[in-house]
């Protein structure tokens, strides 16, 4: 089955700074790459996601690149605020519908 | 537009008691999918459900956990006879007919065994 590692697991910026998130994956035929925000006892919040069909997308201030040839997708989070300080989660898709999510990372953002 | 909506928020149970977790899907949504979270990990896929049909069940225990989606009404996980590692917070997804993968979740149970 699909295999999700997600690199790091804590990561501390300051604000302003950009924060970068990195996904590997192992199952070629995903296609599906979400990215979820999951504050402090809230569930998770789908805040962006690619097709294996485009290699980049944007929202505002997060951006999403897939390297589909080395299995690998990036979250960037431009000019953080501290109300960006969640843990976020990748997944890829595993079959016909689930998602395989990665452990997760922990964003600090420091005033 | 409400999301999907989840009760109770906090349950509680003694070991050997049953727990029955509640979710209704957005507006317009059937598909449903529910999740464990362990502290500090991910999500685990549990089952998937349709109206009235279980998908995909392939990351439920064998034994003690079953789940629904009636015709009516909301989907139900339910845990017998509990044990304390059951203990973990338990989310319900639900995404449109017609892209199974963007999913939804809603705001969680959090399941205690004393």
């Known amino acids: 089955g699909e295999n999700v590692e997600q690199h790091p697991s804590t990561l501390s910026v300051q604000e302003g700074d950009s924060a970068v998130i990195k996904c590997t994956y192992s199952?070629?035929?995903?296609?599906?790459f979400p990215w979820y925000k999951q504050e402090l006892g809230k569930g998770p919040q789908l805040i962006i996601d690619i097709r294996s069909n485009v290699g980049e997308k944007k929202d505002q201030r997060i951006a999403v690149t897939l390297n589909k040839t080395a299995k690998h997708f990036s979250l960037h989070i431009t000019e953080t605020q501290p109300e960006d300080s969640a843990v976020y989660f990748c997944?890829?898709?595993?079959?016909?519908?689930?998602?395989?999510f990665g452990k997760g990372t922990m964003l600090l953002v420091s005033p | 537009n409400a999301g999907v909506m989840q009760n109770p928020r906090h349950l509680v149970r003694r070991r050997g008691q049953e727990a029955r977790l509640r979710c209704s899907p957005m507006k317009g949504h059937s598909h449903v999918y529910w999740y464990r979270q362990l502290p500090e990990e991910g999500l685990k896929f549990m089952v998937y459900l349709q109206k009235e049909n279980i998908i995909d069940e392939s990351g439920m225990p064998k034994e003690r956990f079953s789940a629904e989606f009636p015709k009516e009404g909301p989907s139900i996980l339910r845990i017998q006879q509990v044990v304390r590692g059951d203990s973990a917070a338990y989310f319900c997804a639900s995404s449109p007919q017609d892209t199974h993968y963007e999913q939804y979740f809603g705001p969680g149970t959090r399941l205690t065994v004393t």
């Open positions: 997944a890829a898709n595993s079959g016909y519908s689930t998602l395989t």
């Open positions: 199952d070629s035929a995903s296609n599906y």
